[in-house]
């Protein structure tokens, strides 16, 4: 029962950090390309390892062609009515549909997270993607392998975020 329950409760930490990156990352018009939510998702997580060897999802993230990405990102975007996805040329736009459970987060974790998906809520796709595939863990796993999130400890203090 306690490995089910602290699945339940990291996957709703996982949810809400989700909801999280949308609410502090998306454009002006509410909305942010999934592959850039799926990096600013990876970026909060594998900060916190950094700063307090504490992951806040603790989700296990594979090396894909975009990028570093946890599977069950795509279980949330699929059947989830907290948020809505939409299709804009070749682009996947998310919305926020309800606002995240901040309760679900340590002071540290929200702090961190806002300060992540401001510095990059400007940046386009592509540069968030190249700095998460310019990272040492991104670097060094094999495609479609488990990133460890140890790898990050090795990466310079600018490069982590």
């Known amino acids: 029962i306690q490995a089910q329950n602290f699945r339940e409760k990291s996957f709703r930490k996982f949810h809400n950090l989700i909801l999280q990156c949308i609410k502090y990352g998306a454009d002006e018009d509410g909305k942010i390309t999934k592959t850039k939510l799926a990096k600013l998702v990876y970026l909060c997580d594998?900060?916190?390892?950094?700063?307090?060897?504490?992951?806040?999802?603790?989700?296990?993230?594979?090396?894909?062609?975009?990028?570093?990405?946890?599977?069950?990102?795509f279980d949330i975007m699929e059947d989830n009515e907290s948020v809505r996805v939409e299709t804009n040329g070749k682009a996947n736009m998310v919305s926020?549909?309800?606002?995240?459970?901040d309760t679900v987060f340590t002071k540290q974790e929200q702090s961190l997270i806002k300060v992540i998906c401001r510095?990059?809520?400007?940046?386009k796709t592509h540069e968030v993607v190249?700095?998460?595939h310019n990272q040492l863990p991104?670097?060094?796993?094999?495609?479609?392998?488990?990133?460890?999130?140890?790898?990050?400890?090795?990466?310079?203090?600018?490069?982590?975020y």
């Open 96 to 101: 926020l549909v309800e606002q995240p459970d």
């Open 119 to 123: 510095k990059w809520k400007k940046a």
């Open 130 to 132: 190249d700095f998460t």
């Open 46 to 73: 594998f900060a916190s390892y950094y700063k307090f060897l504490n992951p806040i999802s603790g989700f296990e993230y594979r090396k894909l062609a975009q990028g570093p990405v946890a599977i069950e990102f």
């Open 138 to 160: 991104w670097k060094v796993c094999k495609d479609r392998e488990v990133i460890p999130y140890t790898l990050i400890n090795n990466e310079e203090p600018e490069n982590v």
